[in-house]
């Protein structure tokens, strides 16, 4: 997670305000709960899975690495699944996926396919009820 100050900054608040926001954030995504679970798999097993089962590398045991390990391993996890329902969602159209640069996915489009992208406005992924919003850009290229 982001240092305390980096969030306070970016959100443009600071103190009891931002040590409530921060509160409940850590209510919402129940981190000691997270903490306690991943900290004791390190401990019982020497290794440390995130909610998909791919296995993490945790080279300093420490409480702030064990969560953000699992949470950016998971990230990334949900945004691949996230993708591959968007692929799924184009198969029959002559769009092609070129590569995926962080949490992107870039697609090469020819015009006839344009409205079937702009169709998709969510993913789903398997183990999570909410859907995830996709944002489209388009870049066109020179001929």
């Known amino acids: ?16 305000d931002l040590d409530e926001f921060i509160n409940k954030i850590k209510l919402l995504f129940r981190t000691k709960e997270l903490l306690k ?14 909610r998909y089962g ?25 945004c691949l ?3 591959s329902d968007i692929i799924r969602h184009l198969a029959g159209t002559c769009v092609r996926p070129i590569f995926v640069l962080h949490d992107a996915l870039l697609l090469d489009v020819p ?5 079937s992208v702009l169709e998709i406005s969510s993913v789903t992924v398997p183990g ?16």
Do not use: M, W
């Open 37 to 50: 679970r991943v900290k004791g798999e390190f401990i019982k097993a020497g290794k440390v899975v995130n």
């Open 54 to 78: 791919r296995r993490l590398v945790i080279d300093e045991p420490l409480d702030n690495i064990f969560i953000n390990t699992y949470a950016q391993s998971t990230g990334v996890d949900i």
């Open 128 to 143: 999570y009820d909410n859907v995830f919003p996709v944002k489209c850009e388009f870049i066109e290229r020179d001929q």
């Open 81 to 83: 699944l996230g993708f």
């Open 1 to 16: 997670f982001p240092s305390h100050d980096s969030v306070g900054k970016e959100l443009g608040i600071c103190g009891r």
């Open 111 to 115: 015009p006839q396919d344009i409205n």
